[in-house]
């Protein structure tokens, strides 16, 4: 069973910085391809970002591009989001996915195409 764990989330003014942190469960990490997505208060859940198992390779929404930066540490089973320049528009619940990949360059951009899901971490960006 995988299980992941989203935290990080919190208040932050606009401009702001916050890194949400994905931890997984599995002895598989390695080979996990992770995404992460967002929802926002009256609006169904969008991706925002995924990357490989190797790390190799990563894909941003464009509304995040240049902005967010996520990374992977496979020795710590944890993934993580690097959020700078926060808009308001950003305010979302924030969630981590997970699903095995074929090889290590793969990732998927599209929420069926995950099996695993953490519970959601809020941020709130203020104007």
């Known amino acids: 069973q995988v299980q992941l764990v989203e935290s990080g989330g919190g208040l932050v003014q606009a401009g702001g910085s916050l890194r949400l942190s994905c931890a997984v469960s599995?002895?598989?990490?390695?080979?996990?391809?992770m995404g992460w997505f967002r929802q926002a208060p009256g609006k169904e859940r969008e991706f925002v970002v995924a990357?490989?198992?190797?790390?190799?390779?990563?894909n941003y929404a464009d509304s995040v591009k240049g902005r967010f930066t996520i990374s992977r540490d496979n020795a710590k089973n944890t993934v993580y989001l690097q959020m700078n320049s926060l808009k308001p528009e950003d305010t979302a619940v924030y969630f981590c996915?997970?699903?095995?990949?074929?090889?290590?360059?793969?990732?998927?951009?599209?929420?069926?195409?995950?099996?695993?899901w953490g519970q959601g971490t809020q941020v709130t960006v203020s104007s």
């Open positions: 996915a997970a699903d095995r990949t074929r090889d290590s360059s793969s990732y998927y951009t599209t929420e069926s195409d995950y099996d695993y």
């Open positions: 599995g002895r598989t990490f390695s080979r996990y391809a």
């Open positions: 990357i490989s198992w190797s790390g190799g390779n990563t």
